[in-house]
């Protein structure tokens, strides 16, 4: 009779924890990410470089566009913006973004021979988000690749983060892409 009393005092809160459940929990569901946009102002130069893979992970490779080279030395100020193209009409990502910055974070990955990118926006916590930047391009002749990842609650206060590497950032890949650069 003691084991019965034992083995009902821990089996019947354990069925009343499990068949339990909370159905109206908010649930924030990653978003679908099919084109992303970076572009350039400077010098009345405007470079648009996009990639859209509207199969998402399907068998068709993104299609990656950049619309011109940079000139060495000058200094363009930047944005980046991420849709949904396979919404009717596409949906704008970048908002939310926005409106959650302290959980997300756009790095920049690039040669210093191509340039050198600086924060120009910041969350409410004052760390960098990385929607809008400010890029000075590198030397001419320079060649290589600029990859753009947007991460989902990165750790902002890591070593290295608030200055746009990525190395310790930690969090989730929301898109990352690679543009290829040239330097006139």
Known sequence: MKNLKLIAFFVIPTLFST?????????????????????????????????????????????????????????????????????????????????????????????????TVTYSDTDTNGRPVGLNFTLVAGTAGSTGTLTVTLRHLPNKTASGVSSGSITNAGGNTDAAVTFSLAVN
């Open 19 to 115: 068949s339990c459940s909370n159905d109206d929990a908010p649930v924030n569901e990653e978003e679908v990410i099919t084109t992303v946009t970076t572009t350039l102002s400077g010098g009345g130069q405007i470079i648009t470089l996009t990639s859209r893979d509207l199969d998402g992970d399907g068998p068709n490779a993104p299609v990656v566009s950049v619309s011109g080279n940079l000139v060495a030395g000058r200094t363009y100020s930047g944005s980046t913006t991420f849709l949904n193209e396979l919404e009717n009409p596409a949906e704008d990502i970048t908002g939310e973004v926005e409106e959650e910055g302290t959980d997300h974070q756009v790095f920049y990955q690039l040669p210093s021979s191509i340039g």
